[in-house]
């Protein structure tokens, strides 16, 4: 995919002061000559920064849209703003599976249909594997996967009953990639991967289709999006995103030690991240409305150099040792010839 047009360091714009940005047209994306349909999106984690940019996008096409904010963080007043004639605000805990089937209780009760269901929400610790304890380990793994899990399997029912929808799940670099500072978050991601490579084999016959959105770092230039901090054993601690930064412990905390990699990251690029969010929310908007969706969708150069480097790397890996698997030429001459009466 060319991604150069999304790399722009521009200060914040709004979808109609953004280039025209354009999916292959290998997919069939909405254009002058295939007008897209009013489609009813779910966004799930509307009040993130891509899930912000995402809403906005669809509702100056035309879409409609219930924008699902975190009940966690947000309460119904925050998400006033986004009552209107085309959309709804909505509240859940992905975790929690009765919240998720609330919303589309409400969705169907207003729009009569979903099309589209972005989920967007995601939650991460920033810190050594050993650092982290079982309640981070598993609050990320009920959010990235369990929450997912809540989202497609309620939906379902609905796609098969209308006999078509779409899914657009936020994964990551991180899921096709270990990441020092992020193992736990980078397992949930990869467990998402396996889950959707696998649901989409089950689901093809009723025109369910879905693609792995696969960002890398995304500058936030929406407006209204600041860092938070959170409490963890009477510290605060910086929230960059959705990932919040633990203390290191000593044998972990060197200026050079891989596993302070992610953090390095995160405090080196803070607002200077090379991809748009806001320029991305246009083509995540085109992959919901295109006809031939691709299973991954990768955003900025970072993530097409990072995740094409680690695939190189898997290839020559496999070819390096795969005489363990196969008989060389060699091996396969020095077997004696049988004769037929043997």
């Given at each position: 995919?060319?991604?150069?047009p ?8 709004t979808?109609?002061d953004?280039p ?8 069939n ?6 007008p897209?349909?009013?489609a ?7 009040t993130?920064?891509?899930g ?22 947000n309460?119904?007043g ?21 919240t998720?089937?609330?919303v589309y209780?409400s969705?169907m009760?207003?729009?009569?249909r ?11 610790v920033?810190g050594a ?10 609050n990320?793994?009920?959010?990235n ?7 497609i399997q309620l ?16 994964s ?24 959707i ?13 879905a ?12 407006p209204?999006?600041i ?17 919040l ?23 080196w690029l803070?607002?200077?991240?090379p991809?748009?969010?806001?320029k991305?929310?246009?083509l995540?908007?085109?992959l ?12 900025g150069t ?12 898997t ?7 795969k ?17 037929e009466?043997?």
């Amino acid at each position: 995919m060319e991604d150069i047009p999304i790399l722009s360091a521009s200060p914040p714009e709004t979808v109609n002061d953004t280039p025209k940005l354009q999916l292959p047209k290998t997919c069939n994306p909405p254009s002058e000559t295939n007008p897209a349909k009013q489609a009813v999106w779910v966004i799930f984690g509307a009040t993130g920064h891509m899930g912000q940019s995402i809403v906005r996008a669809a509702l100056e096409h035309g879409d409609r849209v219930a924008a699902v904010g975190w009940r966690h963080q947000n309460s119904q007043g925050h998400m006033e703003h986004w009552q209107s004639e085309n959309s709804i605000g909505l509240l859940c805990d992905v975790r929690v599976r009765d919240t998720v089937d609330s919303v589309y209780n409400s969705t169907m009760e207003r729009f009569g249909r979903i099309d589209i269901v972005a989920n967007c929400t995601g939650y991460g610790v920033i810190g050594a594997c050993e650092d982290q304890d079982e309640y981070e380990l598993r609050n990320q793994f009920e959010t990235n996967f369990f929450g997912v899990l809540h989202i497609i399997q309620l939906a379902l029912p609905i796609f098969r009953s209308q006999n078509q929808g779409r899914f657009l799940i936020f994964s990551s670099t991180s899921g096709a990639l270990g990441v020092p500072g992020l193992g736990p978050y980078c397992a949930t991601k990869y467990a998402v991967e396996g889950l959707i490579e696998s649901m989409l084999y089950e689901v093809d016959a009723y025109n369910i289709k879905a693609t792995l959105v696969e960002p890398g770092h995304m500058r936030r230039d929406e407006p209204n999006t600041i860092d938070t901090e959170s409490v963890k054993d009477g510290m605060r601690v910086k929230c960059y995103g959705h990932f919040l930064m633990l203390p290191y412990s000593e044998p972990y905390s060197g200026d050079n030690a891989p596993a302070s990699h992610a953090k390095r990251i995160v405090q080196w690029l803070n607002d200077r991240q090379p991809t748009s969010v806001v320029k991305s929310a246009e083509l995540i908007w085109q992959l919901g409305h295109c006809s031939f969706p691709p299973l991954r969708l990768l955003l900025g150069t970072y993530a097409v150099e990072s995740i094409r480097d680690r695939l190189r790397s898997t290839i020559e890996e496999i070819e390096d040792w795969k005489h363990l698997s196969f008989p060389t030429d060699a091996e396969e001459e020095e077997q004696p010839i049988k004769d037929e009466g043997e």
